[in-house]
């Protein structure tokens, strides 16, 4: 499976790509944004991407350039079938692959994945409210805010619920080819 964005397509993670999604697992600026665990070392990544692919409630891909080089990842966790929703986690690895549009633009194409071919008709994500480059992100894909969460004596780490519907999503003309 690829899907074809603008910019950047989705594929499947390979195990060439294993070292690299590691190296963002450990780095601290990433993880000071991303809630959930990533894999720190080659048996945790194995793991991972064996869970992830016999997991009927998990579609887990590579971003990668046209050129195929390896930017970041992205996966759709929780999938309700029954609900037909699921929630979207999302992370580019390098600073210098920020801020390039590519993380939309994975984005609108899951969305259209998600919701053209797996029939889903919600899509939500949770996200840190001080982190204002994804929230400016996911609200140009059309996730508007739903409610907001705070941990238990944790004052700075507000969580901002975001989502999508199927029926509000204006997909971009990007064609997922499955
Ligand atoms: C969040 C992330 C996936 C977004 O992908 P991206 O490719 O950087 O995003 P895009 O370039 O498509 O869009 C970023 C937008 O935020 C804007 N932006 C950047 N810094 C900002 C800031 N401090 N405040 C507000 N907006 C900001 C950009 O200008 C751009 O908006 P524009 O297109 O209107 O100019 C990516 O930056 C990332 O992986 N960050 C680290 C991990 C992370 O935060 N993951 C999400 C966890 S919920």
Request: positive net charge; aromatic residues 6%; glycine residues 6%.
């Amino acid at each position: 499976m690829r899907l074809i964005g603008k910019k950047v397509d989705l594929r499947p993670i390979q195990e060439e790509d294993l070292p690299e999604l590691i190296r963002w697992g450990r780095n601290r600026e990433l993880q000071h944004f991303m809630d959930g665990e990533y894999p720190k070392d080659l048996g945790e990544a194995h793991q991972w991407l064996r869970q992830a692919e016999a997991d009927r409630q998990t579609k887990l891909l590579a971003i990668v350039t046209k050129e195929d080089r390896l930017i970041g990842d992205i996966e759709l966790v929780h999938i309700s079938w029954r609900r037909r929703e699921c929630e979207l986690r999302i992370r580019i690895g390098e600073e210098e692959d920020r801020n390039r549009g590519h993380g939309a633009d994975a984005i609108r194409t899951l969305l259209l994945y998600a919701f053209s071919s797996l029939h889903l008709e919600r899509v939500y994500l949770r996200v840190y409210s001080f982190n204002k480059r994804a929230i400016r992100c996911y609200t140009k894909c059309g996730f508007r805010k739903e409610g907001r969460l705070r941990r238990q004596n944790d004052r700075e780490h507000e969580i901002i619920l975001m989502e999508v519907l199927r029926s509000q999503c204006l997909p971009s003309s990007a064609n997922p080819a499955v």
